[in-house]
């Protein structure tokens, strides 16, 4: 089994920041892709940052140039750092990563969700 455990979410006024981190945790051979993604109420599900094994990221347009996506394999975390925060931020953050059990198998696991306000 593997859990994941996410933190770091809460309350800040625009223009503040936050981070966000996303713990893996149990039978884990290896993690591949890390993702952040967001659901904002009355919106869809959206793509907020990806990175890759290799460490390469990318970034929704939204929030390019204020947020940075990095991991720590060793720790088998990722993290979120969220700067110059605005109110249309405002969503659960859930952290996404793919990972390969110790018995080979890959499948995506999510984390429970964070809530980000951002207050104006």
């Known amino acids: 089994q593997v859990q994941l455990v996410e933190s770091g979410g809460g309350l800040v006024q625009a223009g503040g920041s936050l981070r966000l981190s996303c713990a893996a945790s149990g039978s884990i051979f290896s993690i591949n892709g890390m993702g952040w993604y967001r659901r904002a109420p009355g919106k869809e599900r959206e793509l907020v940052a990806g990175i890759t094994a290799g460490g390469r990221a990318n970034y929704a347009d939204s929030v390019k140039g204020r947020f940075t996506i990095s991991r720590d394999n060793a720790k088998n975390t990722v993290y979120l750092q969220m700067n110059s925060l605005k109110p249309e931020d405002t969503a659960v953050y859930y952290c996404?990563?793919?990972?390969?059990?110790?018995?080979?198998?890959?499948?995506?696991?999510w984390g429970q969700g964070t809530q980000v306000t951002v207050s104006s």
């Open positions: 996404q990563l793919t990972i390969t059990t110790m018995k080979r198998l890959p499948y995506d696991y």
